[in-house]
């Protein structure tokens, strides 16, 4: 049973440039969340993807945006970028939408912005 | 506005002892909370969970304890073992028409268990 997979692991750009990042729910799961760890910080939300919908989006300006597809996996974009966008981008499954289900974390793509 | 705060930042227990991971929040409309772990260069890893309508949820070694008038809740770990050394962190979940899953975590605490 494969786990939440993300895609690539490690991706080093430079400010200005747009970065596509990738992620495969947990067989069976339908949700998908993205979420961003900046160094000795807790995950920040950034948004909600169900039924190929944004259900809910964090404090993350439009320069963040994402996509489902009909195989629930999604992507996540970010344009523009800036040194501050350097992180571990987070991509969590889950079955169904609602707020009392655990959600499965990937391992995350590791953003470098030179 | 810190939502959820954990406020030790690191923990040290000797192999077999228990250990104690605290978490606070300040928004009364949280009523699901989550333990997750996090090993270096691994996402973070489902622990263990609590609804609002329970005080305690038991899942082997590891225990939730909630005490919604203090809005507070622990981990305890019994009995602690070297491989439970990791960064845990607590998160919450909003109820009602906000309940759409968004998770709100703390800034982490590093627990080390020494041999």
């Known amino acids: 049973d494969a786990g939440v997979t993300q895609s690539p692991t490690h991706l080093i750009k430079t400010r200005g440039q747009q970065v596509t990042l990738r992620c495969s729910p947990k067989?069976?799961?339908?949700?998908v969340s993205w979420y961003q760890q900046a160094l000795g910080q807790g995950p920040q939300f950034i948004f909600q993807?169900?039924?190929?919908?944004?259900?809910q989006r964090g404090n993350f300006p439009d320069r963040f945006s994402g996509h489902q597809f009909p195989n629930y996996s999604s992507e996540l974009n970010v344009n523009a970028l800036l040194l501050g966008d350097s992180a571990l981008y987070l991509c969590?499954?889950?079955?169904?939408?609602?707020?009392?289900?655990?959600?499965?974390f990937g391992d995350g793509t590791r953003l470098s912005i030179l | 506005d810190q939502q959820v705060k954990q406020n030790s930042p690191s923990l040290s227990v000797q192999e077999g002892r228990i250990s104690i991971l605290n978490c606070d929040y300040t928004n009364s409309m949280f009523d699901y909370f989550l333990w997750y772990k996090k090993y270096p260069a691994e996402g973070p890893t489902f622990l263990i969970s609590?609804?609002?309508?329970?005080d305690k949820n038991e899942d082997g070694r590891f225990t939730v304890f909630l005490n919604k008038s203090a809005k507070h809740l622990s981990l305890h770990i019994v009995p602690s073992q070297p491989g439970d050394s990791a960064v845990y962190f607590c998160?919450?979940?909003?109820?009602?028409?906000?309940?759409?899953?968004?998770?709100?975590f703390g800034q982490g605490t590093t627990l080390q268990v020494k041999p």
């Open positions: 609590i609804s609002s309508i329970k």
């Open positions: 998160a919450a979940s909003p109820a009602g028409s906000s309940n759409t899953g968004k998770l709100i």
């Open positions: 993807y169900y039924e190929e919908e944004e259900r």
């Open positions: 067989s069976g799961h339908d949700t």
């Open positions: 969590a499954s889950s079955f169904g939408p609602r707020g009392n289900q655990p959600q499965h």
